[in-house]
C-alpha cells in the first residue's frame, strides 16, 4: 500500500511546448501542462466536455526525454506525485501552487 500514497496517474494531451532549463549543477528541469478531458452527460442528456489543466515538473533524465521528444500537442502518460508549494510574488503576495512531479513519462 506503500507505494500507493501520494501517486498521481494522467494521460492527456501537452498545452504548450515544455519550458527546459539546464541549472548551475547540469541537471535540466521541465515545465509543461497536460490537459485531459472527461465527457460525460449531464441532467438533461446533453454531452458535456470537461477539461482540466495540470501543471507538471521533471527533473534530471526525465527533462531531458521531454525536451527531446515532447511538444505541443503530444500525447503523454505521466506517473508522480503531487506537491503543493507557495511563495512571495513582487509584491509581496502570497501565490499558492499546485503540481505534479514526474517519477516516470510515456511517449503515446
Not at 500507493?4 to 501542462?33: C, F, W, Y
Not at 521528444?69 to 503530444?74: H, L, S, T
Not at 511563495?87 to 502570497?94: A, F, S, V
Request: charged content about 30%; overall charge neutral.
Amino acid at each position: 500500500m506503500n507505494a500507493m500514497k501520494n501517486r498521481v496517474q494522467l494521460i492527456g494531451n501537452v498545452g504548450n511546448d515544455p519550458e527546459v532549463k539546464t541549472l548551475e549543477s547540469g541537471k535540466k528541469l521541465a515545465h509543461l501542462t497536460i490537459a485531459t478531458n472527461d465527457v460525460y452527460r449531464n441532467e438533461k442528456g446533453d454531452k458535456v466536455e470537461q477539461t482540466e489543466w495540470h501543471r507538471v515538473t521533471a527533473w534530471g533524465k526525465v527533462a531531458e526525454i521531454i525536451e527531446k521528444f515532447v511538444v505541443k500537442g503530444k500525447e503523454v502518460a505521466i506517473d508522480g506525485k503531487l506537491i503543493h508549494r507557495s511563495y512571495d510574488d513582487k509584491n509581496g503576495e502570497k501565490k499558492y501552487i499546485t503540481e505534479v512531479v514526474v517519477n516516470e513519462i510515456l511517449l503515446l
